[in-house]
Structures are given as structure tokens and as C-alpha cells.
């Protein structure tokens, strides 16, 4: 604590890395932040720049000409990364100073500075104006010990392993095989490892946030306790702390709620596959008519530009369309918590990003994985084989392998016993954020430590 007569420095700066599934949570920790006395400034990146609007207690402040000419959904993510944290560490300090210049009182300094880790540029900064930084690690705590996996297999010259040793489990990381560490699925792997490289080094960090709970990955935040010097909070899942005010980078379309609510109870299945991921126009008939076939109703979300070779979803076929009649809704972008919290909604096929699948254990709804790429084939094992909520779907988009695993999930025992133990998770889930639950407790550090320094 500041000396007696003093106030706590109470701003915190966010630096969030530009992408959906990265701001999402770095905008819920302002907001829970916020709700505890701090204010907060929002710095980022010009590309995939968040809405002011949805945050009006913020101040926003883009850090200038940061924005990349590469196409970073269809060629080089990596590159963009590396990229982006060049261009902006040479403008960061300047974005401090003005910071700093407008708030001017000792009343309302800086007391800390929380970056993505894949912002890495804030932590050398930070250090430089010797302030406090902390990392927000957007992945789950088990991904990271995937990661560091690729770091011994590259070094022991396994790296990129044989195509025979891909179902092999890799050692002392069970659930993982070879071919569910997060390896990209674009650009050099040398590149990748450099990136996560910068990105784990914590040297100077107070500490580093993960959004997720002791009850869910309780082994793996051990290990990460036993090998870091600073400590770890775990506060998650903040999707249900947080205010619930939308950083949806694209429009969400709220009539899909109207529609659940003519459906029965536990009948649909929520078909979603994230903010990056994309499939060929033949994976969409497949996927289709998986759906149609299964008899089942669904809410469908077709991101545009999504499909290779197309804009929407005008190569549907119309004896689909008469198939389905009302039993299937399609919308470009969902309300997904809304979606997942609805009685209607009975499954979730997902792309198992990690914000989507804490949303889906958060209200107990079971899941059929068919992961894209990097963490998301770790979270799709987790789900499938730790806590056994979901099952993969990893043979190729064919509409037989989708009817049946659609029906598996909604229909069949298999899937009425991922229910009880969706619903059982759900309430840890709760009970880690009530009042002396881990995360609240988490939760109650972090904010001492931040009020500390």
C-alpha cells in the first residue's frame, strides 16, 4: 500500500492483442477491474479496433499506424504478430506519455500495465517507465504446457514429427497426442516458437492472469505455480464476473433468441465455429446436410467470408433449404452467451476456442469438437477426454459423421451422461466465483497486488 495521506494509484492500462478471442477477455478484466474502484485506458492496435461505445467508463487509445498489410485470417498469423509488436513498441512509450500527460494528479496515476502475451512489446515498455506489468494469458493454463512441448521436441530434433507418431501419446501430457499440440496450421514453425517465445517470458511481470478456474485445470496451475517466480491468479471464467456488455467485433444478430424460444427444451443444437476459422463450399453441403439429416433443429452461425469462393451461403443447395423448412435457423453472427444460456440450446458444435468452450461449461452444455488449429485441438481433448463433456469429431466434414454425432450428443445415453456431468461442472463452475470460491479469492489478490504497488 501507498504511504498514509496518499491514494492508490487506481489506472490500469489494457493492451489486448487484436483478435476476438483475445479482446473479449481482456475487455471482461476491465470490466471487473472497473467494478473495484479502477479506472482503465484501453490501448490498442488499429486493426480489429474495439468499439468505445460498449465500454463508455473506458478510455480508448489506438496506438498510431499499427495497423499490417498482411491478410492475417488466410496467410501468415504469425508474421502479423511479430509484426505488430515491432510497429507498436516504437510508439507505446508515447501513448504512456500522453496517458500520462492527461491525467496529470498523483490522485489517478498509472498503477500497472496488463498485456496480452502476445502484446510482449508492453512488458519491455513497462519496464522502461518502471512500472508494474502483468500477462493475461487468453488460452487455458494446460495449453501452455502443449506449447512448451514443441520447445524439447525442436530441440531433441523431433519437430515436425513423422506422420506416423501423430496419434502417439506425448509423454507426461495426457490427454495429448502428437497431433493435438498447437501447432499452426499456416507459416514456419520456426516463426511460431519465436512468437511463443517472446510471448512466455515473464522476467519482469508481477504476475500473469488466466481466465479459468483451480476446479478445471487444478494440475496444470500447480505446475505453472511450481515453475514461475511470480504468482499466478486464476479468475475465471470472467465471462461471468464481468459486466455483460458485448466486444463482438461482428454485428450479433439477437432474432436467433426469437426463434429459440419456439424450440423445446434441450432440443437444439448451437452450431458455431468461431471467428477465424473457414471451410470449402463442399464442407458447407456436408455440414448441411449432416444437420438436416439429423433431424434435429439448429441454430446455425455461417460467418461471411467464411466460405472459400463465396460471400454467404448461396451455394446451399435449395432442396436443403426445403428440407429443414423451420427446423433450421441460420444467422452470420449469434449472441452466443445469450444463445448457450438458453433452455432451448442442448449442444454445441464448436471450433472449441477457449472462450467457447468456458462458455459452454458455464452452462452445462455438452459439446461436439471439431477443432480449427494452435490450442483448439487441446481443448477439444480436454473436453472429450478429461472432462468427458463432448466428444471430437476429427474424421473428415462428411454429412454421415455429422448426423451421427449430432444424434450421439442429443439423442443416444452417451450424450445424456455428458449432460450430468456438463451440469455437475457448470455448478463448480458457480461455485469458484461465489464468495470464497478459488476464483474469488483469485480474484481478491490480484486486486491487492495491483493496489499494492
Not at 468499439?51 to 504469425?78: E, K, Q, R, W, Y
Not at 513423422?162 to 497426442?177: A, I, K
Not at 443447395?317 to 449472441?335: L, M, N, Q
Not at 459423421?401 to 458457480?430: F, H, P, S, T, Y
Request: proline share 6%; hydrophobic share 35%.
Amino acid at each position: 500500500m501507498e504511504k498514509e495521506g496518499k491514494r492508490c494509484r487506481r489506472r490500469v492500462v489494457l493492451v489486448p492483442a487484436p483478435f476476438q478471442g483475445h479482446i473479449n477477455p481482456m475487455l471482461q478484466l476491465g470490466s471487473i477491474l472497473h467494478s473495484n474502484g479502477f479506472s482503465i485506458t484501453v490501448v490498442h492496435a488499429q486493426y480489429n479496433s474495439p468499439d468505445p461505445s460498449t465500454h463508455p467508463d473506458f478510455s480508448f487509445l489506438p496506438l498510431p499506424d499499427s495497423s499490417s498489410d498482411h491478410n492475417i485470417l488466410a496467410a501468415d498469423g504469425v508474421g502479423f504478430v511479430l509484426e505488430l509488436n515491432a510497429k507498436c513498441k516504437a510508439r507505446f512509450p508515447e501513448c504512456l506519455a500522453q496517458v500520462m500527460t492527461q491525467l496529470g494528479s498523483d490522485d489517478d496515476r498509472i498503477a500497472c500495465i496488463i498485456h496480452d502475451e502476445f502484446m510482449y512489446f508492453s512488458q519491455e515498455t513497462a519496464k522502461d517507465l518502471k512500472l508494474p506489468s502483468i500477462v493475461l494469458r487468453t488460452a487455458s493454463a494446460s495449453n501452455f504446457f502443449a506449447r512448451d512441448a514443441l520447445f524439447q521436441l525442436k530441440a531433441e530434433g523431433h519437430l515436425p514429427f513423422p506422420e506416423y507418431r501423430l496419434q502417439d501419446p506425448v509423454p507426461e501430457l495426457y490427454p495429448l497426442r502428437f497431433k493435438d499440440l498447437p501447432i499452426p496450421t499456416f507459416g514456419k514453425v520456426d516463426k511460431f516458437l519465436q512468437m511463443l517465445s517472446k510471448g512466455s517470458n515473464i522476467e519482469t511481470s508481477s504476475g500473469i492472469i488466466y481466465n479459468t478456474t483451480y476446479y478445471l485445470e487444478n494440475s496444470s496451475l500447480a505446475k505453472m505455480q511450481q515453475r514461475c517466480q511470480v504468482p499466478i491468479f486464476s479468475i475465471g471464467p470472467m465471462h461471468k464476473i464481468a459486466s455483460a456488455s458485448s466486444s463482438s467485433l461482428l454485428e450479433e444478430d439477437s432474432s436467433c433468441l426469437a426463434w429459440l424460444d419456439k424450440q423445446s427444451c434441450n432440443s437444439v443444437i448451437y452450431v458455431s465455429l468461431g471467428s477465424v476459422a473457414f471451410m470449402d463450399a463442399k464442407e458447407l453441403v456436408e455440414m448441411a446436410w449432416g444437420l438436416a439429416h439429423s433431424k434435429q433443429p439448429f441454430l446455425w452461425v455461417v460467418r461471411p467470408g467464411s466460405i472459400r469462393g463465396a460471400e454467404w451461403i448461396e451455394v446451399l443447395p435449395e432442396d436443403f433449404k426445403e428440407d429443414i423448412g423451420e427446423r433450421g435457423h441460420i444467422v452470420k453472427w449469434a449472441p452466443q452467451k445469450e444463445v448457450l444460456a438458453h433452455d432451448a440450446v442442448g449442444g454445441f458444435l464448436s471450433h472449441c476456442g477457449w472462450n467457447s468452450t468456458l462458455e459452454s461449461i458455464c452452462e452445462g452444455i455438452p459439446m461436439i469438437c471439431r477443432p480449427y488449429s494452435g490450442d483448439q485441438r487441446v481443448n477439444a481433448r480436454y473436453v472429450s477426454h478429461v472432462w468427458k463433456v463432448g466428444l471430437e469429431l476429427e474424421s473428415k466434414l462428411e454429412r454421415c459423421g455429422i448426423e451421427r454425432a449430432v444424434r450421439r450428443l442429443m439423442v443416444d445415453e452417451d450424450g445424456k451422461e455428458m449432460q450430468k456431468r456438463g451440469n455437475n461442472l457448470k455448478e463448480r463452475c458457480e461455485f469458484c466465483i461465489r464468495d470464497g470460491g478459488s476464483s474469488s479469492n483469485s480474484l481478491n489478490e490480484l486486486i491487492d497486488m495491483i493496489k499494492s504497488f
